[in-house]
């Protein structure tokens, strides 16, 4: 069993809907990152929490550190969200990678 | 600012030869971390440094990759004898190191080297 997991793994969507991408981790933490990856691309961070909730525009990550959860949300979403996105934890020093959410909007 | 930059961008080789991966970090971090990613995968964790000394390799496959970072900044992974199970995208990112520990602090990511094994 992977130390994070994530779902799903593949997600289609119209336009303007709402996205909830889940992550799921088995170890202790310090903090939790979501990234975005384009393809062919670099990663980009999106949101680094510990707890609570962040938002940045129309971005919006939870974090339940006693349910060892985090969801990222996007409203409104919009084709230029097209990306994998990827839960990645830190138990040390080193991030352990989910394998990604490729999310795909369409017009 | 300049980001985490990685020359080059695309690498092919033969298998059973010798190739040299570089990393250049934003300017100021002292964390530098090697991942690998294969396709369709999640990164995985290969090393990372605090200045000049690697802090953690326990992500080093094997003792045919190696790396180095003599002045605290730039980088360079080493793998020697490639394989064809080497052919991965390797991505360098870089932090400061925070007061609370590096755990606390984001990564930024270069745009990776493309290694391809033929």
């Known amino acids: 069993k992977n130390e994070v997991e994530q779902s799903p793994q593949n997600l289609t969507a119209q336009e303007g809907e709402f996205i909830t991408i889940n992550c799921s981790y088995s170890?202790?933490?310090?903090?939790l990152h979501w990234l975005q990856q384009h393809p062919g691309g670099g990663i980009v961070s999106l949101f680094m929490?510990?707890?609570g909730k962040k938002k940045h525009g129309r971005l919006i990550a939870t974090i339940n550190i006693q349910e060892k959860h985090s969801s990222l949300h996007i409203t409104a979403s919009h084709p230029r969200d097209s990306a994998v996105y990827i839960c990645?934890?830190?138990?040390?020093?080193?991030?352990?990678f989910g394998t990604g959410t490729r999310l795909q909007v369409f017009p | 600012g300049a980001g985490v930059s990685q020359t080059p961008s695309n690498k092919v080789t033969e298998k059973g030869k010798y190739v040299e991966l570089r990393c250049d970090p934003i300017?100021?971090?002292?964390?530098l971390y090697w991942y690998r990613q294969s396709l369709g995968q999640g990164p995985e964790f290969l090393i990372y440094f605090q200045g000049t000394g690697a802090a953690d390799d326990s992500g080093l496959p094997n003792d045919r990759f190696f790396a180095v970072r003599p002045e605290g900044s730039v980088s360079t992974l080493k793998i020697q004898r490639t394989e064809r199970g080497d052919s991965a995208v390797y991505l360098c990112a870089s932090s400061l190191k925070g007061p609370q520990g590096w755990g606390y602090n984001e990564q930024f990511f270069g745009p990776g080297t493309r290694l391809t094994v033929l």
């Open positions: 990645a934890v830190n138990p040390t020093d080193k991030l352990i």
């Open positions: 929490l510990s707890s």
């Open positions: 300017s100021g971090h002292t964390a």
């Open positions: 170890v202790g933490i310090s903090a």
